[in-house]
């Protein structure tokens, strides 16, 4: 045994899954099913095995819906990274903001607008925020001397931590530099070898072959752009003409890749002109422990946290709440734990995107903005900025390459439009591995809940095998579960920790601590 305090651990309560709750997808007043966790301390890693296996946070409770008995079916949904597509509707978004960014003007009448614009389905798991305070006394956690920053108190006392949390790393939107990963296939890319046919139009359709041909827009622009690009050049190179070879080159600087479909950082990081009527900044500020920068812009961040909950969700506002940090070797510069990114406008915030950086991914936990600034689709905008920044990290720490959207929920329409950032994958609620989401969503139609993997013979390889490795904190002393089981007094608690370590796994079973009294 040893004192829970030497290393960072994870620290749990579990909380069977016990009656229904109200659901926010289809009101059904009880048919929202989930076993529970709070969490006194939580590693990031131990929180990327968990997602991997269907939990979620909200705050420092994390929970998992009953897949197979819940109304609404929640399957965790990662988006590959490094190999999104932008579709459509998403450069519709990019192309909005640029415009907004460099002209001031944008159409405020927007046909539908995108439901991420409110990450619906994070705000509905904040009502289980306090739903299971923990029954942990304090002087029973001063035993444990665990990171101060770590004690569960009462609601009041988070709101006063929110207030305490932020170390802050400035990344500015200017220096980040993006690289998709090379030799990414492109659907969609005409074959080289396509011959050309061109047939007469027919009497009255089609060009007139007498006149010289129109030009494709494309090409129009792509020569504007040499023009330009060589008018910049010019007074660097101190009047001395370029080569046409230096022409080619310049051109295929300009753009990562010629002839391929944007990528978002194209959109994200287009140089915008000098008398642009808007500067958009994106700043990722440490929310635990807390850093300067983000206890000077909490009060800002709150202001509008508190209207996006009154005016999106007709909802009081309640707290957002944090983990703690930590810097593992290979990791990305701002290490792991949990950020803000805030969206500064013209030097004010009119968004926050809450994240979690993990070992493996970016997890987004929610997002709130400025209603005021509905018009700019910012739910889409901050995914999309969320997947760019994924893949910044993922040059500084190769093992980061997806990004986690939370829940997809199919038998809700509204929450559909995760599946649109492609290509993305959904959790096989049985095994735990994951199925490109196009498998999925065939089965889906069929049926609410699903076992996506379609090998009958496979099963949880992370499923409980040593019930008695289980790690139990008891009494500020760390022990086996088979050593607890003998000293327990009172009734058996093994069905309870059977359900819980079949749950979160062997693996984290026997790394975190099970809080038992």
Not at 174 to 184: C, D, M, P, R, Y
Not at 205 to 220: E, Q, V, W
Not at 362 to 376: A, H, Q
Not at 401 to 425: E, T
Request: hydrophobic share 30%; charged share 25%; glycine share 6%.
């Amino acid at each position: 045994t040893m004192a829970a305090a030497e290393s960072s651990l994870s620290i749990v309560e579990y909380f069977r899954g016990e009656d229904g709750y109200r659901c926010g997808y289809c009101k059904n007043e009880t048919g929202n099913l989930s076993h529970g966790m709070w969490a006194h301390s939580m590693t990031v890693q131990d929180y990327q095995d968990l997602i991997d296996r269907g939990w979620r946070r909200s705050g420092k409770y994390v929970y998992k819906p009953i897949m197979n008995k819940t109304c609404c079916p929640q399957y965790t949904i990662r988006c590959q990274a490094l190999h999104f597509q932008t579709s459509k509707s998403h450069k519709k978004v990019l192309k909005k903001m640029l415009k907004f960014i460099s002209k001031g003007d944008v159409s405020k009448v927007m046909g539908g607008e995108e439901p991420m614009d409110s990450h619906i389905e994070d705000v509905v798991a904040c009502s289980y925020e306090y739903r299971n305070e923990s029954h942990v006394s304090q002087a029973e956690l001063k035993l444990l001397s665990v990171d101060h920053r770590e004690r569960a108190e009462t609601e009041d006392k988070d709101k006063e931590q929110m207030k305490e949390e932020v170390n802050v790393k400035k990344v500015e939107s200017s220096s980040l530099q993006i690289h998709v990963a090379k030799g990414t296939p492109v659907p969609g890319e005409p074959s080289h070898s396509t011959k050309i046919v061109h047939a007469l139009p027919k009497p009255g359709k089609g060009a007139d072959l007498n006149k010289p041909p129109c030009r494709k827009a494309k090409d129009i622009r792509k020569e504007r752009k040499l023009q330009k690009l060589l008018q910049n050049q010019m007074c660097t190179c101190e009047g001395s003409p370029l080569q046409a070879g230096d022409q080619v080159l310049l051109l295929q600087n300009s753009k990562s890749k010629p002839n391929q479909p944007k990528t978002v950082e194209d959109f994200i990081f287009a140089s915008l002109p000098d008398d642009a009527a808007h500067k958009l900044e994106v700043r990722l500020v440490r929310s635990s422990p807390p850093s300067s920068q983000f206890e000077a812009t909490f009060q800002e961040s709150y202001q509008v946290y508190k209207r996006y909950q009154m005016v999106i969700h007709k909802d009081p506002p309640d707290k957002p709440t944090v983990n703690q940090a930590e810097n593992l070797p290979n990791g990305p510069d701002c290490g792991y734990g949990s950020f803000h990114q805030q969206y500064w406008l013209d030097g004010k915030i009119i968004a926050v995107g809450v994240i979690d950086i993990l070992p493996y991914c970016v997890s987004s936990v929610y997002l709130y903005y400025d209603p005021d600034y509905s018009f700019l689709s910012l739910g889409v905008y901050s995914a999309l900025r969320e997947i760019a920044f994924t893949r910044q990290l993922h040059e500084k720490a190769p093992d980061l390459c997806f990004y986690y959207m939370g829940f997809y929920i199919h038998s809700c329409p509204k929450m559909r439009y995760k599946g649109q950032y492609r290509p993305s994958d959904l959790l096989c609620p049985e095994t735990y591995v994951w199925i490109p989401i196009e498998q999925c969503l065939p089965l889906l139609e069929h049926s609410k809940y699903c076992r996506f993997n379609q090998d009958v013979k496979a099963v949880d390889d992370g499923r409980i095998k040593e019930l008695g490795r289980v790690r139990v904190l008891h009494k500020g002393t760390i022990m086996p579960y088979s050593v607890y089981k003998k000293r327990r007094k009172g009734p058996s608690d093994e069905a309870s920790v059977h359900q819980y370590a079949s749950l979160v796994g062997q693996t984290c079973s026997e790394r975190m601590l099970l809080f038992r009294s």
